[in-house]
């Protein structure tokens, strides 16, 4: 059985860092992407960005180029979402999501999902 989990959201200032870990057990993505959406009150689920785990190619929303980075430690079957100048808009639960089939950006096309994890930013 599949299993991911995140860890590492909470409660910090606007402009400061956070970093989300994924950590994935019963099965490698070594083949496979997995990424990060988000979900505000009352808004649909956004896609945040994208790994591809044998390539190590990376795509991300527009709202979070340049503060945001996706990375994978293959060793420990992790990702991680390091935010950096993080703003109030940022706040929502962060999911981690794995092996989509089509569009990366499609959360419709993501097989697994972890429970979230909340992050919020005060201005």
């Known amino acids: 059985q599949v299993q991911l989990v995140e860890s590492g959201g909470g409660l910090v200032q606007a402009g400061g860092s956070l970093r989300l870990a994924c950590a994935a057990s019963?099965?490698?993505?070594?083949?496979?992407?997995s990424g990060w959406f988000r979900q505000a009150p009352g808004k649909e689920r956004e896609f945040v960005a994208v790994?591809?785990?044998?390539?190590?190619?990376?795509y991300y929303a527009d709202s979070v180029k340049g503060r945001f980075t996706i990375s994978r430690d293959n060793a420990k079957n992790t990702v991680y979402l390091q935010m950096n100048s993080l703003k109030p808009e940022d706040t929502a639960i962060y999911y981690c999501a794995a092996s989509p089939r089509g569009s990366y950006y499609d959360k419709e096309r993501y097989r697994y999902w972890g429970q979230g994890t909340q992050v919020t930013v005060s201005s």
């Open positions: 019963g099965r490698t993505f070594s083949d496979d992407a």
């Open positions: 790994i591809y785990w044998s390539s190590g190619h990376t």
